[in-house]
């Protein structure tokens, strides 16, 4: 199912083709992940890191509890976005040797990641709430405001350690 597929004809659909991109999103970033957990150089960043899977898989739960509130099946559809995002975040992370200039380069990746997030989360969030579905935005809130804290985290990390090391 394409964006602008024949079979998006009402809000509803839209938001259940939106909850299957952001449940494809989740699960990619819980295998990528790992990944960066093992490249990361800095103990609080990789701490960080962990962390932050540990929420992804909590977030993919409350997903999978918004597919069943609204009584659909729990299912992904492709999202070229993340994928794109990902793809990038791997190919500039295999390019640094200096461990510091790569960790200012995993935290850049892992923010484009948070913002496609709270892009997704926000608009679900909205959405919901113009379909009568209050239940659905207050589970989809718990994974924003934690989408929202890691951002906030990976931007403190950033400005008052990581990226002062990558530039000496």
């Known amino acids: ?10 809000l509803d659909d ?26 990361a150089t800095d103990p609080q960043l990789k701490a960080g890191f962990e962390k932050h899977l540990d929420q992804t898989r909590g977030h993919v739960e409350r997903v999978e509890q918004v597919f069943e509130l609204h009584g659909v099946k729990a299912k992904e ?6 994928d794109g995002i990902l793809e990038e975040a791997d190919d500039v992370s295999g390019d640094v040797d200096d461990k ?12 484009a ?33 934690e989408e929202q804290a890691t951002d906030r985290k990976l931007t403190e990390m950033a400005e008052s350690k990581i990226n002062l090391q990558a530039a000496e």
């Open 14 to 39: 839209l938001f259940v083709h939106t909850l299957r991109d952001i449940y494809y999103a989740e699960k990619q970033i819980e295998k990528a992940l790992p990944k960066m957990i093992d490249k």
């Open 100 to 111: 510091e200039v790569l960790d200012a380069a995993l935290i850049a990746s892992a923010q």
């Open 77 to 82: 559809v492709n999202c070229p976005a993340i």
């Open 1 to 10: 199912m394409g964006f602008f597929s024949k079979d998006i004809k009402t």
């Open 113 to 145: 990641v948070e913002h496609y997030e709270m892009t997704r989360y926000g608009t679900l969030i909205a959405w919901a709430k113009q379909l009568g579905r209050t239940d659905c935005a207050n589970v989809l809130a718990k994974n924003l405001k």
